[in-house]
Protein backbone atom coordinates (compact mmCIF):
# COMPACT_ATOMS: atom_id res chain seq x y z
CA UNK A 1 0.00 0.00 0.00
CA UNK A 2 1.55 3.36 -1.20
CA UNK A 3 1.98 5.23 2.31
CA UNK A 4 -0.14 9.43 2.28
CA UNK A 5 2.12 10.53 4.89
CA UNK A 6 4.89 9.99 6.20
CA UNK A 7 7.30 11.34 8.98
CA UNK A 8 10.71 10.91 9.37
CA UNK A 9 12.52 11.65 12.33
CA UNK A 10 11.21 14.87 13.12
CA UNK A 11 12.98 17.09 15.63
CA UNK A 12 11.28 20.47 16.54
CA UNK A 13 13.06 22.88 18.89
CA UNK A 14 11.32 26.18 20.51
CA UNK A 15 13.99 28.95 21.81
CA UNK A 16 12.07 29.65 24.94
CA UNK A 17 13.47 32.80 27.41
CA UNK A 18 16.87 31.44 26.10
CA UNK A 19 16.18 27.82 26.57
CA UNK A 20 15.28 25.18 24.05
CA UNK A 21 12.50 23.62 24.23
CA UNK A 22 12.43 19.88 22.47
CA UNK A 23 8.86 19.67 22.04
CA UNK A 24 9.61 16.58 19.04
CA UNK A 25 12.75 14.19 19.47
CA UNK A 26 12.66 12.61 16.86
CA UNK A 27 9.15 11.11 15.76
CA UNK A 28 9.04 8.72 12.65
CA UNK A 29 5.37 7.57 11.59
CA UNK A 30 3.67 6.32 8.46
CA UNK A 31 -0.09 7.18 7.64
CA UNK A 32 -1.52 4.50 4.96
CA UNK A 33 -4.74 5.91 3.09
CA UNK A 34 -7.42 4.67 4.47
CA UNK A 35 -6.01 4.89 8.19
CA UNK A 36 -7.85 6.23 11.47
CA UNK A 37 -4.72 6.88 13.86
CA UNK A 38 -5.33 8.85 17.03
CA UNK A 39 -2.34 10.36 18.91
CA UNK A 40 -2.72 10.32 22.41
CA UNK A 41 -0.60 11.75 25.50
CA UNK A 42 -0.17 14.07 28.30
CA UNK A 43 -0.22 18.04 27.78
CA UNK A 44 2.88 19.14 26.34
CA UNK A 45 4.38 16.01 24.89
CA UNK A 46 4.14 17.42 21.31
CA UNK A 47 0.78 15.93 20.03
CA UNK A 48 -0.02 19.72 18.65
CA UNK A 49 3.70 20.00 17.30
CA UNK A 50 3.74 16.48 15.32
CA UNK A 51 0.13 17.57 13.57
CA UNK A 52 1.48 20.89 12.61
CA UNK A 53 4.73 19.67 11.33
CA UNK A 54 2.32 16.48 9.40
CA UNK A 55 0.27 19.54 7.94
CA UNK A 56 2.95 21.58 6.78
CA UNK A 57 1.42 24.22 9.28
CA UNK A 58 4.79 24.72 10.67
CA UNK A 59 8.32 23.49 9.72
CA UNK A 60 10.77 20.53 11.46
CA UNK A 61 14.13 21.73 12.86
CA UNK A 62 15.68 18.54 11.49
CA UNK A 63 13.96 15.48 9.84
CA UNK A 64 11.21 15.75 7.04
CA UNK A 65 7.32 14.98 6.01
CA UNK A 66 6.15 13.58 3.23
CA UNK A 67 2.50 13.38 1.99
CA UNK A 68 1.38 11.24 -1.32
CA UNK A 69 5.60 10.56 -2.46
CA UNK A 70 5.89 14.61 -2.10
CA UNK A 71 8.73 16.46 0.31
CA UNK A 72 7.28 19.26 1.95
CA UNK A 73 10.39 20.87 2.36
CA UNK A 74 10.81 20.91 -0.99
CA UNK A 75 7.93 22.85 -1.77
CA UNK A 76 8.39 27.17 -1.88
CA UNK A 77 5.95 28.73 0.01
CA UNK A 78 2.81 28.93 -2.46
CA UNK A 79 3.29 25.01 -3.44
CA UNK A 80 2.83 24.14 -0.11
CA UNK A 81 -0.36 26.62 0.49
CA UNK A 82 -1.94 24.99 -2.19
CA UNK A 83 -0.74 21.43 -1.02
CA UNK A 84 -2.27 22.54 2.43
CA UNK A 85 -5.46 23.89 0.49
CA UNK A 86 -6.02 20.47 -1.99
CA UNK A 87 -4.38 18.09 -0.13
CA UNK A 88 -5.23 18.04 3.68
CA UNK A 89 -8.08 19.38 5.75
CA UNK A 90 -7.86 20.64 9.22
CA UNK A 91 -10.27 20.28 12.01
CA UNK A 92 -9.59 22.51 15.72
CA UNK A 93 -10.77 22.04 18.60
CA UNK A 94 -12.52 25.79 18.57
CA UNK A 95 -13.69 25.21 15.07
CA UNK A 96 -12.29 28.34 13.33
CA UNK A 97 -14.77 29.12 11.43
CA UNK A 98 -15.36 32.98 10.01
CA UNK A 99 -18.53 34.28 12.25
CA UNK A 100 -19.95 36.30 9.26
CA UNK A 101 -20.35 33.79 6.68
CA UNK A 102 -23.12 31.29 6.49
CA UNK A 103 -22.49 27.50 7.27
CA UNK A 104 -22.54 27.25 3.59
CA UNK A 105 -20.03 29.98 2.41
CA UNK A 106 -17.86 28.67 5.64
CA UNK A 107 -17.71 25.70 3.24
CA UNK A 108 -16.78 26.78 0.23
CA UNK A 109 -14.21 29.13 1.00
CA UNK A 110 -11.42 26.61 0.72
CA UNK A 111 -13.29 25.52 -2.81
CA UNK A 112 -13.08 29.68 -3.65
CA UNK A 113 -9.55 29.59 -2.93
CA UNK A 114 -8.67 26.52 -5.02
CA UNK A 115 -10.56 27.90 -7.69
CA UNK A 116 -13.32 26.23 -7.90
CA UNK A 117 -16.57 28.04 -9.54
CA UNK A 118 -19.23 29.59 -7.86
CA UNK A 119 -22.77 27.22 -9.07
CA UNK A 120 -20.23 24.09 -8.32
CA UNK A 121 -18.91 25.09 -5.19
CA UNK A 122 -22.46 25.37 -3.81
CA UNK A 123 -23.45 22.52 -5.31
CA UNK A 124 -20.71 20.60 -3.36
CA UNK A 125 -20.87 22.75 0.10
CA UNK A 126 -24.76 21.53 0.08
CA UNK A 127 -23.84 17.72 -0.57
CA UNK A 128 -21.15 18.15 2.55
CA UNK A 129 -23.14 19.65 4.78
CA UNK A 130 -26.18 17.30 4.07
CA UNK A 131 -23.36 14.56 5.11
CA UNK A 132 -22.76 16.17 8.17
CA UNK A 133 -26.18 16.02 8.72
CA UNK A 134 -26.63 19.89 8.34
CA UNK A 135 -28.71 20.39 5.57
CA UNK A 136 -31.09 23.12 7.19
CA UNK A 137 -28.64 24.77 8.87
CA UNK A 138 -26.63 26.39 5.43
CA UNK A 139 -28.16 29.81 5.27
CA UNK A 140 -26.87 30.20 9.66
CA UNK A 141 -24.21 32.29 10.39
CA UNK A 142 -21.56 30.40 12.22
CA UNK A 143 -22.24 32.60 15.58
CA UNK A 144 -25.83 31.00 15.09
CA UNK A 145 -24.67 27.45 15.21
CA UNK A 146 -23.98 25.16 18.61
CA UNK A 147 -20.79 23.91 18.99
CA UNK A 148 -21.06 20.32 17.85
CA UNK A 149 -22.97 21.99 14.53
CA UNK A 150 -20.24 24.55 13.92
CA UNK A 151 -17.86 21.06 14.74
CA UNK A 152 -19.68 19.70 11.60
CA UNK A 153 -19.35 22.87 9.73
CA UNK A 154 -15.90 22.83 10.48
CA UNK A 155 -15.56 18.68 9.20
CA UNK A 156 -17.59 19.65 5.84
CA UNK A 157 -15.04 22.39 5.18
CA UNK A 158 -12.13 20.11 5.58
CA UNK A 159 -13.19 17.82 2.92
CA UNK A 160 -14.46 20.42 0.53
CA UNK A 161 -11.30 19.92 -1.51
CA UNK A 162 -11.40 15.90 -0.94
CA UNK A 163 -8.08 16.08 0.85
CA UNK A 164 -5.82 13.34 0.85
CA UNK A 165 -5.78 13.22 4.76
CA UNK A 166 -8.15 15.19 7.55
CA UNK A 167 -6.05 16.00 10.29
CA UNK A 168 -7.80 17.07 13.50
CA UNK A 169 -6.41 18.26 16.78
CA UNK A 170 -8.71 17.82 19.89
CA UNK A 171 -11.82 17.96 17.66
CA UNK A 172 -14.06 16.71 20.69
CA UNK A 173 -12.33 19.36 23.51
CA UNK A 174 -15.10 22.20 23.27
CA UNK A 175 -17.65 19.47 23.45
CA UNK A 176 -19.96 17.86 25.85
CA UNK A 177 -19.88 14.09 26.00
CA UNK A 178 -23.12 13.11 23.81
CA UNK A 179 -22.19 16.34 21.51
CA UNK A 180 -18.78 14.66 21.64
CA UNK A 181 -20.20 11.28 21.01
CA UNK A 182 -22.22 12.77 17.81
CA UNK A 183 -19.00 13.80 16.08
CA UNK A 184 -16.97 10.62 16.81
CA UNK A 185 -19.97 8.85 15.26
CA UNK A 186 -19.01 11.37 12.38
CA UNK A 187 -14.89 10.65 11.93
CA UNK A 188 -16.13 6.76 11.95
CA UNK A 189 -18.59 7.28 9.04
CA UNK A 190 -16.20 9.21 7.17
CA UNK A 191 -12.96 6.77 7.56
CA UNK A 192 -15.65 3.95 6.63
CA UNK A 193 -16.59 6.28 3.36
CA UNK A 194 -13.00 6.15 2.94
CA UNK A 195 -11.76 9.20 4.35
CA UNK A 196 -7.74 9.27 6.12
CA UNK A 197 -8.05 10.93 9.66
CA UNK A 198 -4.87 11.81 12.26
CA UNK A 199 -6.77 12.98 15.05
CA UNK A 200 -5.07 14.33 18.45
CA UNK A 201 -6.90 13.41 21.32
CA UNK A 202 -7.94 13.00 24.87
CA UNK A 203 -11.08 11.20 24.80
CA UNK A 204 -10.54 7.25 25.32
CA UNK A 205 -13.68 6.56 23.02
CA UNK A 206 -11.98 8.23 20.11
CA UNK A 207 -9.02 6.25 20.64
CA UNK A 208 -10.52 3.35 21.45
CA UNK A 209 -12.25 3.26 18.15
CA UNK A 210 -9.81 4.11 15.91
CA UNK A 211 -7.84 1.59 13.47
CA UNK A 212 -4.21 2.46 15.77
CA UNK A 213 -2.95 4.32 18.48
CA UNK A 214 0.04 6.13 18.65
CA UNK A 215 1.07 7.02 22.33
CA UNK A 216 3.66 10.52 22.41
CA UNK A 217 5.64 11.38 25.46
CA UNK A 218 8.13 13.97 26.30
CA UNK A 219 8.25 14.53 21.98
CA UNK A 220 8.77 10.81 21.19
CA UNK A 221 6.37 8.14 20.33
CA UNK A 222 6.46 5.50 23.37
CA UNK A 223 6.26 1.61 22.38
N1 LIG B 1 5.32 28.15 19.95
C1 LIG B 1 5.93 27.58 20.99
N2 LIG B 1 6.97 28.18 21.62
C2 LIG B 1 7.61 27.59 22.65
N3 LIG B 1 7.30 26.39 23.14
C3 LIG B 1 6.26 25.74 22.57
C4 LIG B 1 5.53 26.28 21.47
N4 LIG B 1 4.57 25.40 21.11
C5 LIG B 1 4.69 24.36 21.94
N5 LIG B 1 5.72 24.54 22.82
C6 LIG B 1 6.16 23.60 23.85
O1 LIG B 1 6.42 22.35 23.21
C7 LIG B 1 5.94 21.27 24.01
C8 LIG B 1 4.91 20.48 23.24
O2 LIG B 1 3.75 21.27 23.06
P1 LIG B 1 2.46 20.78 22.26
O3 LIG B 1 2.89 20.18 20.98
O4 LIG B 1 1.51 21.89 22.22
O5 LIG B 1 1.94 19.60 23.23
P2 LIG B 1 0.50 18.93 23.35
O6 LIG B 1 -0.29 19.28 22.14
O7 LIG B 1 0.81 17.46 23.45
O8 LIG B 1 -0.11 19.43 24.62
C9 LIG B 1 5.42 21.90 25.29
O9 LIG B 1 6.45 21.85 26.25
C10 LIG B 1 5.10 23.31 24.88
O10 LIG B 1 5.18 24.18 25.96
MG1 LIG C 1 -2.14 20.24 21.99
Wanted: net charge neutral; no cysteine; charged share 25%.
Amino acid sequence: MTPTLIARDLRKDYPMNGETVHALRGVSLRVDSGDYAAIVGPSGSGKSTLLQLLGGIDTPTAGAVELSGTRLDALSDRELTRLRLTRLGFVFQRFHLLPVLTARENVELPMAEAGVRGPERRVRARELLDYVGLAQRENHRATQLSGGEMQRVAIARALANRPAVVLADEPTGELDAATGREILDLFLRLNRDGTTLVVVTHDDRLAAEAGRVIHMLDGAIRD
